[in-house]
């Protein structure tokens, strides 16, 4: 059975620093994994897909890799923003459904 | 031009009521779903449908019953509301998979 960890639960820097989220999965056999943030109150804004026969995705200053062999993927984010602040989702699918990690909530202070 | 929509935003009811919870994609996709992100933010899932077949059902009380009247529609009736049916609902859509899923901006419902 698939089990997405997400680590920290909760992380809080200043603003400007780059950081790293983490996102682990138990089984490899994936067909994609997805980054998603929540706004407090929100929907879920995908921010990158990759697909598993891909190791990385970019889209500006988001960098998120995968490694399926590891069962591992991590969101880096540079230079943090205060709007920046909102929990992060990793979520792994496979044929049927898309699993969920419990999320980082992270918090960027001015 | 909302890719997966939901109404209502907001939903709030007295318990032993029945309720239903409609959701739309124009996206072409041909699989959808129904998510609850519980209190504490867990995003699970409950119901799948894959060209009006339902292809998944987790453990989710008989209560629930989904309906898909078409591809591109996914409803959520809800009888006998409990309180612990409050939560936030969403439904997402994806093309079997492969390229990703969208989710609507979900549904809390509160039951009182």
């Known amino acids: 059975k698939q089990e997405v960890t997400q680590i920290p639960a909760a992380l809080s820097v200043p603003e400007g620093e780059n950081l790293v989220l983490n996102c682990s999965f138990t089984?490899?056999?994936?067909?994609?994994l997805q980054w998603f943030r929540q706004d407090p109150g929100k929907g879920l804004t995908s921010l990158l897909l990759i697909q598993s026969s891909q190791r990385e995705q970019t889209s500006g200053r988001l960098n998120a890799s995968l490694d399926k062999s590891s069962g591992r993927s991590t969101l880096y984010i540079a230079a943090s923003q205060p709007g920046d602040s909102a929990t992060y989702l990793c979520a792994v699918s496979d044929a049927s459904k898309i699993i969920f990690g419990s999320g980082t909530r992270l918090s960027i202070r001015p | 031009d909302t890719a997966v929509s939901q109404t209502p935003k907001y939903l709030v009811t007295q318990m032993g009521n029945d309720k239903s919870i409609k959701c739309e994609q124009n996206l072409g996709h041909d699989t959808m779903y129904w998510y609850k992100q519980d209190s504490k933010k867990f995003l699970k899932i409950m119901f799948s449908?894959?060209?009006?077949?339902?292809?998944i059902n987790e453990t989710v009380p008989n209560r629930f019953s989904p309906k898909s009247p078409d591809k591109a529609h996914l409803n959520l009736h809800i009888n006998s509301l409990e309180l612990g049916d409050s939560a936030v609902y969403f439904c997402?859509?994806?093309?079997?998979?492969?390229?990703?899923?969208?989710f609507g901006s979900g549904t809390r419902l509160t039951v009182v």
């Open positions: 089984d490899s056999a994936i067909y994609n």
């Open positions: 449908y894959n060209n009006k077949e339902l292809i």
């Open positions: 997402a859509s994806s093309q079997s998979g492969s390229y990703g899923y969208t």
